[in-house]
């Protein structure tokens, strides 16, 4: 991990820099993958199983009866506590369907706007050393609830070709309609394009490694939408004197523990909480069974002590994190102050777990700083606006003077003539 004691604001933009892999390389090695998959559809997505993920798959579609068979593979504490993440995720994404409001903004004149569900979407779960199937609540919970017709969905199969059971059980339980044994940047490929088993979709959604990453946003060539760019984990915690070092160090290990490519970032005020928080960062990691990626993780991440808390704060909204926890006393105070991030986590016991998995916001957030410019997945990440008119008699005559007198300032006659014509 990289210390840093009451650094110069001038160095801060360099302590916010992600760890990336040389963007050439990965758009060469992505263009080649979806040449591939363009070409040779299904059989290539095989042969990518095998070089990739050492499975040898001979159907890439998920069959019936493994998903039927899915519930008896994972424990019945596990099936409810998943059917209690389900209830309060969609409790949180219920509340997102919009009333219809219809506003005459002249008399006469009726606007109004309607969702329409983005028909076919594709959503990737990563899958390997972290079968991520709280993934497959946070994706496929609002896209039912929108009302999309086909959510497909692809994950990385393990070494003798199977898909975790609990992922199973999840897009069963959440209204998924096809499930695919592929991976890596080839499944965004195969659902970008199509192939002889997997649909083309119009949305990718999903977070993954950055050739994942770098893939979506490949896709974006061939007209298909993703949801953000969702790259490796990250979270930044603040924490002040009544932080408990315990739980800071907790936090950050529980995204450490992702991958090498995650980040963690640590700012405080008080030198004795940072002090134990390292220390106890150091203890706790031993005691982790997935230490050595947590341990490859912090080599690229930050503990930083600064003068007080507005600092900190100005720190992470340069940083834009992914997650945000205040361990703060007086968090209330600091709330209209965050400007980015993905998703916020107050006080000592909103541990970012508890998003994650269970409280109902959705743990789909954007990373790598585009909190900028992005937010979470949420219901609207899954519809279409669609604006909607209706001009009377009456309405087109007290609004259509206005029309003309624009439609001809700008030269566009024929956009007033249309006017003209029905006010005769």
């Known amino acids: 991990m990289k210390i840093n004691k009451y650094p110069q604001k001038e160095i801060w933009p360099e302590l916010v820099k992600r760890p990336v892999i040389k963007r050439e390389e990965l758009t060469e090695l992505i263009a080649g993958i979806f040449n591939e998959v363009e070409k040779n559809g299904d059989q290539a997505l095989i042969a990518f199983n095998k070089k990739f993920d050492q499975a040898t798959v001979e159907k890439i579609q998920v069959s019936e009866e493994e998903i039927e068979s899915s519930e008896n593979l994972i424990s019945e504490e596990l099936t409810l506590a998943i059917q209690k993440a389900k209830e309060n995720i969609t409790k949180f994404h219920s509340s997102q369907i919009p009333e219809i409001q219809k506003i005459e903004t002249t008399k006469g004149v009726v606007c109004w706007r309607e969702n329409r569900a983005i028909e076919k979407v594709g959503i990737y779960i990563p899958g390997g050393t972290a079968p991520l199937f709280s993934t497959v609540?946070?994706?496929?919970?609002p896209a039912?609830?929108?009302?999309?017709?086909e959510i497909i969905l692809c994950t990385p199969p393990d070494k003798k070709g199977n898909i975790n059971p609990a992922i199973l059980y999840t897009a069963k339980l959440c209204g998924v309609t096809k499930i695919f044994k592929i991976g890596g940047a080839q499944a965004i490929a195969a659902m970008t394009l199509g192939t002889e088993s997997i649909p083309n979709v119009y949305k990718i959604f999903g977070p993954g490694n950055q050739y994942v990453v770098a893939a979506k946003e490949f896709t974006q060539n061939y007209n298909v939408a993703i949801d953000m760019p969702a790259g490796p984990s990250e979270v930044l915690v603040i924490a002040d004197k009544q932080a408990i070092p315990e739980y800071c160090a907790a936090d950050l290990l529980s995204q450490a523990e992702h991958g090498s490519d995650s980040q963690v970032i640590f700012l405080s005020t008080d030198e004795k909480i940072f002090n134990q928080t390292i220390e106890e960062t150091e203890k706790q990691l031993k005691k982790l069974p997935r230490n050595e990626f947590a341990k490859e993780a912090l080599k690229n991440s930050h503990f930083i002590l600064l003068d007080s808390l507005d600092e900190a704060i100005e720190f992470s909204n340069l940083y834009a994190p992914e997650h945000l926890i205040l361990a703060l006393e007086d968090f209330e105070k600091y709330i209209p102050k965050i400007q980015n991030a993905g998703s916020v986590f107050l006080g000592n016991y909103s541990c970012e777990s508890a998003g994650d998995y269970a409280s109902g916001t959705n743990h789909t957030l954007p990373t790598n700083g585009f909190a900028?410019?992005?937010n979470g997945v949420s219901l609207d990440s899954?519809?279409?606006?669609?604006t909607f008119q209706n001009l009377s008699q009456e309405g087109l005559q007290n609004l259509g003077k206005t029309i003309e007198l624009m439609a001809e300032a700008e030269g566009l006659f024929a956009h007033k003539n249309a006017v003209s014509i029905r006010l005769k």
């Open 137 to 141: 609540l946070m994706l496929a919970i």
């Open 372 to 374: 900028k410019n992005y």
């Open 382 to 386: 899954f519809v279409k606006k669609i």
């Open 144 to 149: 039912q609830l929108a009302g999309c017709k």
